[in-house]
């Protein structure tokens, strides 16, 4: 994977360590993620946009925003959580629009944000997925 944006080692250890968990060896020598740290409205800890895409279409190259105020163990899970939506999209579970989840068409409009499958399976990896970083390094 290639990581683009000024980090703090842990930082890069972390999206390396998220990646080889989500990602096959082969997606994963794919993938390129800028990161950029910014000031976020509305509690926003974090985003994840798709940047550009392979010669197939799919998309492969990302850029995640992350709350640049947020805490140490935040960001750690910010960075989780925006690594499980990186996963949706390069492994076609979920368009770029939001409108098809793993082979079906959605509206995501009529669904509560909390409630949107793809955010659901985010919020309930990320906490698991900082975690098991977090014991990796002691």
């Known amino acids: 994977m ?3 944006g000024k980090l703090k080692k842990q930082y890069r250890q972390a999206l390396e360590y998220y990646a080889s968990v989500l990602f096959t060896p ?3 020598k794919h993938i390129e993620v800028r990161i950029s740290f910014r000031k976020l409205t ?3 800890h974090g985003n994840v946009f798709v940047d550009d895409y392979n010669v197939l279409g799919m998309p ?3 850029i995640i925003e992350v709350n640049k105020n947020d805490t140490n163990k ?3 899970k910010t960075l989780a959580h925006e690594m499980i939506h ?3 999209f390069a492994r076609s579970e979920l368009n770029e629009e939001m409108s098809v989840w793993r082979g079906r068409k ?3 409009d009529a669904i509560p ?3 949107q499958p793809w955010e659901q399976e985010a919020k309930q990896r990320e906490q698991e997925l900082c975690e098991s970083f977090l014991a990796s390094q002691t």
Do not use: A, P, T
Request: no cysteine; net charge negative.
């Open 113 to 115: 944000y909390d409630e």
């Open 86 to 88: 990186i996963k949706q």
């Open 74 to 76: 935040e960001i750690l």
């Open 42 to 44: 509305n509690d926003y």
């Open 60 to 62: 492969r190259s990302f």
């Open 2 to 4: 290639i990581i683009h």
């Open 26 to 28: 082969q997606m994963k």
């Open 106 to 108: 959605v509206n995501s």
